[in-house]
């Protein structure tokens, strides 16, 4: 009918991730526009390449997520349920795999015994803080409300109670989730419960500490464990004083052994200067 109002064009579905490519080798040439996956993603060379991983070089442009890949991860899936074999149904291993993305220098660094032993020094803290991936949050409710600082000038918007620990490292305060949430593009102040949901976003929140915060210790961990540092400096940065030069030697004998199994796990040697 003349001048009767059509109905819209439907809108496109949104597409799904593309399929991977083939897996990364580090012995093999790659030209400009060379697809290859690795840790879940596909990259493209922007030029001529060999043995530069994707993700730690410029040579190589993020493509995006894929699906159907093999993980390149410098932990298997089989290795991740022996290290954590009572952990929470929340904390997939894939979950941290998705999470990769936001740091993809972390465990990509280096060579192939560097790598290992940076992801089984960050998995030794998971274990330690969240009592072998058994709690999602923090358990003592009655301290929710502390870790909120209202000196900040964005305050709490989620409520004085929200910013309690949560994920693999008990990630907490108002001013973390907001400095993490910015660097992950994610709304975590006004939705800290967004890390008990989603288990790629629980392991991000582990990593943008991990790769950016010094804490009490003068280097990131990251920077530690591919600088030659060593494991003992990444319990500085974590807890500073509190365990290391002598405030808990305990402590940090535990996480050495805990360190010392997951290498053992994976195959690797755990290098140098263990304790703090």
């Given at each position: ?5 059509s ?6 579905a949104?597409?799904?991730?593309a399929?991977?490519a ?5 012995s093999?040439?790659y ?10 993603r ?9 043995n530069?991983?994707?993700?730690a ?22 290795e ?10 929340f ?58 600082d ?7 918007p ?28 994610l ?9 008990e ?6 392991w ?6 991990w ?13 530690a464990?591919?600088?030659?540092a ?47």
């Amino acid at each position: 009918m003349p001048g009767a109002a059509s109905a819209a064009p439907a809108a496109p579905a949104a597409a799904g991730p593309a399929s991977c490519a083939p897996l990364w080798s580090p012995s093999t040439a790659y030209s400009a526009g060379g697809a290859v996956s690795h840790h879940g993603r596909n990259w493209t060379a922007k030029w001529w390449t060999r043995n530069e991983n994707p993700g730690a070089t410029a040579v190589w442009a993020d493509a995006g997520a894929c699906t159907g890949g093999v993980s390149d991860f410098a932990i298997s899936e089989a290795e991740f349920d022996e290290i954590f074999p009572d952990r929470d149904p929340f904390y997939t291993y894939q979950g941290l795999i998705d999470a990769l993305h936001a740091y993809p220098r972390f465990a990509n660094t280096g060579t192939e015994q560097t790598r290992s032993r940076e992801a089984a020094a960050f998995l030794t803290h998971a274990d330690f803080e969240s009592v072998g991936l058994q709690y999602v949050k923090e358990i003592n409710e009655a301290n929710y409300w502390i870790k909120c600082d209202y000196s900040q000038p964005f305050g709490c918007p989620a409520g004085q109670s929200a910013y309690y620990g949560r994920g693999p490292i008990m990630f907490s305060w108002n001013f973390n989730y907001k400095a993490a949430g910015d660097a992950l593009g994610l709304d975590l102040l006004n939705d800290p419960w967004l890390v008990e949901r989603d288990p790629s976003v629980a392991w991000q929140t582990a990593l943008w500490y991990w790769n950016t915060q010094n804490g009490p210790g003068t280097m990131t961990s990251h920077d530690a464990m591919v600088g030659g540092a060593g494991f003992g400096e990444t319990i500085r940065s974590l807890n500073g004083s509190l365990e290391c030069d002598g405030g808990n030697p305990e402590s940090v004998r535990a996480r050495v052994a805990k360190y010392e199994h997951i290498t053992d796990v994976i195959g690797v040697a755990p290098g140098s200067g263990l304790t703090c």
